[in-house]
């Protein structure tokens, strides 16, 4: 019910954000609206910038959910520029130096991000040596490394899956799995890696098979999907080779997760309550704010086990998006040492 209460929430703010909308984009581009403006203009244009410059941008907050200063600022700066694109400037001109605020703030915070970008360049070397000495899984010390040397910004994190993904893809086949003892593979008795090959190959055989037929009548899409082609190959072998190099890691009575570039996890060992791996509760389907590590191929499979969290913990996905859980689910090459395991740090 708090789901569905929460969705419905979101859509009704979402409604609303359309309607006000709406009722500016009528009361400027309508005859009806023109005969409204012309009894008092100045009056309502000073209300239309209030619509699209701050209610606008809260309510487009308040569904998305974002309330950090950053995206604040963004959003009303947005808005600023959305007044000058709305409102026809022989209405607007008394105000317009207004407008110049937000352009000044996108400025400003493009201008930021490509200093933040300046510092990733200048620290990707030290970070790459860190990684080189780190005894983490990359796929943990890369991200972590960069987020302390440079910060965690959104574009940051987009760029770091990016470099990853290319390292992986292009850098890593001479790469070799050296299995410890606290280390544990979730891909070998599946057919994953077949899977990824299989998809590879029909992607590269539809390119080479539709691109010249599409490029003789569409040239710009066949090009559009050429590019779009070679990135999913590119993400695909990288995103293999990261499941096959990035095992599940124990190292400091913390436990490492992750399934390649798509999603990792780092848990604490002291914050696990309990491990489930009673087989007729697994075969039930998965609770909510679970988050699962399986390979899963063509056949339907269940986790050998549910780790049971004191607290919520943060998963990262691609692009460095997070979420909370409070269960992990788990399908392991050898459940029974990774069980033993987690028994001996708790």
Same mark, same amino acid.
């Given at each position: 019910?708090?789901?569905?209460? $929460?969705?419905?929430?979101?859509?009704?703010?979402?409604?609303?954000?359309?309607?006000?909308?709406?009722?500016?984009?009528? &009361?400027?581009?309508?005859?009806?609206?023109?005969?409204?403006?012309?009894?008092?203009?100045? #009056?309502?244009?000073? #209300?239309?910038?209030?619509?699209?410059?701050?209610?606008?941008?809260? &309510?487009?907050?308040? *569904?998305?959910?974002? *309330?950090?200063?950053?995206?604040?600022?963004?959003?009303?700066?947005?808005?600023?520029?959305?007044?000058?694109?709305?409102?026809?400037?022989?209405?607007?001109?008394?105000?317009?130096?207004?407008?110049?605020?937000?352009?000044?703030?996108? #400025?400003?915070?493009? &201008?930021?991000?490509?200093?933040?970008?300046?510092?990733?360049?200048?620290?990707?070397?030290?970070?790459?040596?860190?990684?080189?000495?780190?005894?983490?899984?990359?796929?943990?010390?890369?991200?972590?490394?960069? =987020?302390?040397?440079?910060?965690?910004?959104?574009?940051?994190?987009?760029?770091?899956?990016?470099?990853?993904?290319?390292?992986?893809?292009?850098?890593?086949?001479?790469?070799?799995?050296? !299995?410890? +003892?606290?280390?544990?593979?979730?891909?070998?008795?599946?057919?994953?890696?077949?899977?990824? $090959?299989?998809?590879?190959?029909?992607?590269?055989?539809?390119?080479?098979?539709?691109? *010249? *037929?599409?490029?003789?009548?569409?040239?710009?899409?066949?090009?559009?999907?050429?590019?779009?082609?070679?990135?999913?190959?590119?993400?695909? &072998?990288?995103?293999?080779?990261?499941?096959?190099?990035?095992?599940?890691?124990?190292?400091?009575?913390?436990?490492?997760?992750?399934?390649?570039?798509?999603?990792?996890?780092?848990?604490?060992? !002291? +914050?696990?309550?309990?491990?489930? +791996?009673?087989?007729?509760?697994?075969?039930?389907?998965?609770?909510?704010?679970?988050?699962?590590?399986?390979?899963? +191929?063509?056949?339907?499979?269940?986790?050998? $086990?549910?780790?049971?969290?004191?607290?919520?913990?943060?998963?990262?996905?691609?692009? #460095?998006? =997070?979420? !909370?859980?409070?269960?992990?689910?788990?399908?392991?090459? !050898?459940?029974?040492?990774?069980?033993?395991?987690?028994?001996?740090?708790?």
């Amino acid at each position: 019910m708090a789901i569905k209460s $929460m969705l419905l929430k979101r859509q009704n703010i979402l409604a609303l954000l359309l309607l006000v909308l709406i009722a500016n984009m009528t &009361l400027y581009y309508t005859s009806f609206g023109v005969r409204v403006l012309s009894e008092g203009p100045n #009056g309502i244009v000073i #209300g239309s910038m209030v619509d699209l410059a701050i209610v606008t941008p809260m &309510l487009f907050l308040a *569904w998305k959910q974002k *309330w950090t200063v950053k995206h604040i600022v963004f959003a009303i700066a947005s808005g600023l520029i959305l007044v000058r694109f709305v409102i026809p400037m022989e209405y607007l001109a008394p105000y317009v130096a207004v407008t110049w605020i937000g352009f000044a703030l996108e #400025g400003a915070i493009v &201008l930021f991000e490509v200093f933040l970008l300046f510092l990733l360049v200048k620290h990707l070397p030290s970070a790459v040596r860190h990684v080189r000495n780190s005894s983490l899984p990359t796929i943990f010390s890369f991200p972590e490394v960069i =987020e302390k040397q440079v910060a965690t910004n959104a574009i940051i994190k987009a760029i770091c899956t990016e470099i990853l993904m290319f390292y992986y893809a292009f850098g890593s086949w001479g790469k070799q799995l050296t !299995e410890r +003892d606290n280390t544990f593979t979730i891909h070998k008795n599946s057919s994953l890696i077949a899977l990824y $090959m299989m998809a590879i190959h029909s992607i590269l055989l539809e390119t080479i098979a539709v691109h *010249w *037929w599409l490029h003789s009548k569409f040239p710009i899409v066949s090009i559009v999907l050429l590019i779009l082609n070679i990135y999913s190959v590119i993400f695909l &072998l990288g995103n293999m080779q990261a499941i096959r190099l990035n095992p599940i890691h124990i190292s400091d009575g913390k436990l490492y997760f992750s399934f390649g570039l798509l999603k990792r996890m780092k848990v604490n060992i !002291e +914050d696990i309550a309990e491990v489930i +791996d009673d087989p007729v509760l697994l075969q039930q389907k998965l609770p909510k704010n679970t988050i699962d590590f399986i390979a899963r +191929d063509l056949e339907d499979v269940s986790p050998h $086990m549910i780790v049971k969290l004191k607290r919520p913990v943060k998963a990262t996905f691609l692009m #460095g998006i =997070e979420k !909370e859980y409070t269960s992990v689910a788990l399908r392991v090459d !050898e459940e029974e040492r990774l069980k033993n395991m987690i028994g001996k740090y708790k």
